[in-house]
T-cell receptor, first 112, second 115 residues
Framework: GQQLNQSPQSMFIQEGEDVSMNCTSS?????WLWYKQDPGEGPVLLIA?????ELTSNGRLTAQFGITRKDSFLNISASIPSDVGIYFC????????????FGQGTILTVHP | DTGVSQNPRHKITKRGQNVTFRCDPI?????LYWYRQTLGQGPEFLTY????????KSRLLSDRFSAERPKGSFSTLEIQRTEQGDSAMYLC?????????????FGEGSWLTVV
């Protein structure tokens, strides 16, 4: 089945630094989504990408849908302590609408 | 709060007991999904409904699991004869078909611990 490889697995950064994480797939997706999850809570949608090559921003977050449709990245600029959490990428195919395939997550720690 | 609502948020049960979780989706959403998440992993798809029809089930959904959405609004997920391996967070999500890209929104999850 499809698998998403998300990297890095964890990051320890200083407040104010920029962060970059990415996700690659063995097969194509039609939609890429990025979620943030705090401990004990459900994933919260950050950015949704619907078209290959699309670059979308949400405040300090920027994400891109790779041209090959097999990858996506998420950048966070000027990190702050509340950015701490687990970031997940997820891919979706039109042929299986609703069935998201998730990456393993990137654990982000921000030191004040 | 008009987001996806789940209850109970936490449940501790003895092995062999039955448990039921409830999910209330975002009110105008016609699709409802159940996912399961274990520690250190991303969520895994279990099943989804469009209105009251259950359209797809994962092979992860053994015959001890049953999900219903009787009136096309709220949904329940029942686990019968629970096993320790069922311990996980059960996530409900919803979306509106026809909305751009079928964006899926998750609830806060229901933690299950089987002892």
């Amino acid at each position: 089945g499809q698998q998403l490889n998300q990297s890095p697995q964890s990051m320890f950064i200083q407040e104010g630094e920029d962060v970059s994480m990415n996700c690659t797939s063995s097969s194509i997706f039609n939609t890429w989504l990025w979620y943030k999850q705090d401990p004990g809570e459900g994933p919260v949608l950050l950015i949704a990408l619907y078209k290959a090559g699309e670059l979308t921003s949400n405040g300090r977050l920027t994400a891109q849908f790779g041209i090959t449709r097999k990858d996506s990245f998420l950048n966070i600029s000027a990190s702050i302590p509340s950015d701490v959490g687990i970031y997940f990428c997820a891919g979706q195919l039109w042929t299986s609408y609703g069935k998201l395939t998730f990456g393993q997550g990137t654990i982000l720690t921000v030191h004040p | 709060d008009t987001g996806v609502s789940q209850n109970p948020r936490h449940k501790i049960t003895k092995r062999g007991q039955n448990v039921t979780f409830r999910c209330d989706p975002i009110s105008e959403h016609n699709r409802l999904y159940w996912y399961r998440q274990t520690l250190g992993q991303g969520p895994e798809f279990l099943t989804y409904f469009q209105n009251e029809a259950q359209l797809e089930k994962s092979r992860l959904l053994s015959d001890r699991f049953s999900a219903e959405r009787p009136k096309g609004s709220f949904s329940t997920l029942e686990i019968q004869r629970t096993e320790q391996g069922d311990s996980a967070m059960y996530l409900c999500a919803s979306s509106l078909v026809g909305q751009k890209g079928n964006t899926i929104y998750f609830g806060e999850g229901s933690w299950l611990t089987v002892v």
